[in-house]
């Protein structure tokens, strides 16, 4: 199976267990089973039938070891402790399904009592760190249905709306374009993590936007579309699944949920637009929109929350999970495009070519890219091999005559005199190398 093949199963698994993972379903063990009552197409594997338990493993491997967990062929066994063995970790599991409300200090000496789990193997300590990173063991306290969605996201990142909205033409050099405004909404404080106008309202320019909400507020556990062509890449799905956020899109036609970007947006055009005009240039636009956020929408007191969004927001920033090191987001919001190296060790990425190690020839690798970089000589694309990096690709600049067709095989040159000749196999030459030696 591909990379390619790897990452669509694991996206299929992601999307099976998000709602438990990320709190939209309350009761886990239901949840599973109704999703288990009728065969489920998986790539690769076409319609098969999944049992809870598979589900529940999967939930498992995830907040273990990440989304690169959910590939077929991951092992398992990575990093796990061996004082959870698989046996007391089914019996808590057992225990917490079979009673929801009981206590997870109640659960410990139960297990003990029952000889299942020895205190001098697992510590009261470890245990509750364990039950911690188990939603699959969170109760649902009683509230089931519309009551518990009512108050389900009063806590900020746990999900944020995105939307966009025609917004004004305005010149762009001789002539007038139309804009979007691309905004990010964290649903329980109303704040906006970033938003800005743009003349397009592609993916590209969604991530950028999502990028530089998720460095400036934190990691959201959920992000709410609709069924948007830009909403449904995978690409996308894979950036969100790098830092464990869910991508859950709205029923067609339905337009419960929207309520608050709807709101945030007749404020935009009641108390922003109304008050700019249209000579504006797109840069000047967004200094504006980005100063009456700061200055105004976000201090003034939010009818339904009784304090401003920000009040509101910082109250609560002990529950912001940053990505910590810029490096690390900038490689999980990289473009992400399966290729074929050649028998020759080359590879092309929208229409460049780049050539990489002969030890890589005949290997299928993930290139991971920023679309500036591809066609610029010195900037090499870092490629992967089941995640793992195994090397770079570099451009090669070829002159206009070298693009003629040439004879195909391989760049191996070898002597071919008789034996005893003095002279000596060369060596292999790359690519670059062979083209530039036929230019001579």
Known sequence: MDEKKRQEVALKRFALISPVLNGFEQNAAAYFRSACEQPIDMPHYGMREYSPKTLRKWLNDYNRHGFDALKPGFRSDRGTSRKMTPELERAILDKMEAFPRMKGSVVYDQLVEEGKLSPADLSRSTFYRYLANQPLLKSSGGETGEETKRFAYKFINELWQADVMHGPRIKDGRRKRE?????????????????????KQDFLTLRHFLKEAVLRRGKPKMLYTDNAKI??????ALICAGFGCSVVHARPFHAAGKG??????RTVRTRFLSTINTELSLEEMNERYWRWLDEDYHRKEHSALGKSPLEYFMEQADRIE?????????????????R???????????????????????????????????????RKLPLYVDSVHVGEASFVQLHDNALRRRPTGNLSVE?????????????KLSYSQAVKGAED
Not at 231 to 236: A, E, G, N
Not at 260 to 265: C, D, S, T
Not at 322 to 338: I, K, Q
């Open 231 to 236: 909403y449904r890449t995978q690409q996308l």
């Open 322 to 338: 940053h990505l910590g090191d810029p490096a690390v987001a900038d490689a999980l919001f990289l473009l992400r495009v399966t």
């Open 415 to 427: 002597s071919t005199s008789g034996e005893g000749s003095d002279s000596q196999p060369c060596s």
């Open 260 to 265: 608050k970007q709807e709101r945030f947006f």
């Open 340 to 378: 074929k190296v050649r028998s020759n060790a080359t590879l092309q990425v929208n229409n460049a070519i780049y050539e990489t190690d002969f030890s890589l020839a005949g290997s299928t690798v993930e290139v991971r890219y920023e679309p500036d970089w591809v066609g610029q000589p010195h």
């Open 179 to 199: 804009t979007y405004l691309i905004c990010f909404l964290d649903d329980a404080s109303r704040l906006v993590p970033y938003s800005g106008f743009a003349f």
